[in-house]
């Protein structure tokens, strides 16, 4: 039987940050832990910086996935939903959902063993608020343009990667990638704000069901969680993998 070395207690969502500088020296070992496809799909990649940051991330997430469920990491058997969210096969989940994000240098893995979780980490790439603007108008929903227009031009850019996150991480939520336009649905826009869903109209019973909490993450980036379907009040635990897994978490 399989035993895990990492547990998580009810109530408990940990979140796992990685900076890919710090795992370039595992790169080999990393490798050896991918399955035969996802070997398959680092090779595709023609920029080694993709490439590694690729392989870096799921084999961190094998590393990750063995020690809360007992599985060998190379052993572990993920399937893929319409949308191409991951998930570990039935019989060796142990009830662990997870999701993962990263950009630029960082990446977040999430883990829960109660109910649905989705992460997103953006990188801030300064541009001007009229650019900004430009993108909200064609993506946001109209409640969200009208909140970021009426900021002041220096709040624009966090507002905009506040709001892009948090949407982000509903969607992931759902498995639905870009499926679900973004201009469908809305979420809060205020950076030093708590977030919140405040519309849904394709699922309704989404605003009593799920919650949404802003990450810190280094200067430069923005991230967010989403949670479905979980009950009482969650504590949300952060964990630096460069410090590994240790047991009994």
């Known amino acids: 039987m399989a035993t895990s070395s990492a547990t998580i207690q009810t109530g408990e969502i940990h979140v796992w940050s ?17 399955s035969d496809d996802e070997r398959t799909r680092a090779a595709r990649f023609i920029s080694d910086i993709d490439r590694t940051r690729f ?22 058997e993920l399937v893929y939903g319409l949308h191409g969210r991951p998930a570990v ?3 060796q ?7 993962l994000s990263h950009s630029g240098e960082h990446a977040l893995f999430a883990l829960t063993g109660e109910g649905e979780v989705g992460i997103d980490i953006e990188r801030i790439r300064p541009h001007s608020p009229a650019y900004r603007l430009r993108l909200a108008r064609r993506f946001f929903s109209e409640m969200e343009f009208s909140a970021i227009e009426g900021l002041s031009a220096s709040c624009v850019e966090q ?6 996150t948090r949407k982000e991480a509903y969607i992931k939520v759902h498995g639905l990638g870009l499926s679900l ?34 990450l810190a993450v280094p200067d430069g980036y923005r991230a967010a969680i989403a949670l479905n379907n ?15 897994i240790s047991p009994g978490l």
């Not at 990685?18 to 991918?34: G, I, K, R």
């Not at 870096?56 to 052993?75: I, W």
């Not at 507002?159 to 892009?164: K, L």
């Open 230 to 244: 979980f009950t009482g009040d969650p504590e949300i635990r952060p964990f630096d993998w460069s410090a590994k």
């Open 181 to 214: 336009p973004l201009s469908q649905f809305s979420v809060s826009v205020n950076p030093a704000s708590a977030p919140q869903l405040i519309a849904t109209p394709w699922c309704p019973s989404d605003l009593k069901l799920t919650r949404l909490w802003d």
């Open 159 to 164: 507002a905009f990667f506040a709001c892009w």
């Open 89 to 91: 096969t039935a019989s």
């Open 55 to 76: 392989t870096v991330a799921r084999g961190v997430l094998r590393q990750l996935l063995s020690a809360y469920t007992g599985h060998p990491a190379r052993s572990i």
């Open 93 to 99: 989940a142990h009830d662990i959902n997870f999701n």
């Open 18 to 34: 990685l900076s890919f500088s710090d795992a370039v020296p595992d790169l080999t070992s990393l490798h050896q832990l991918l």
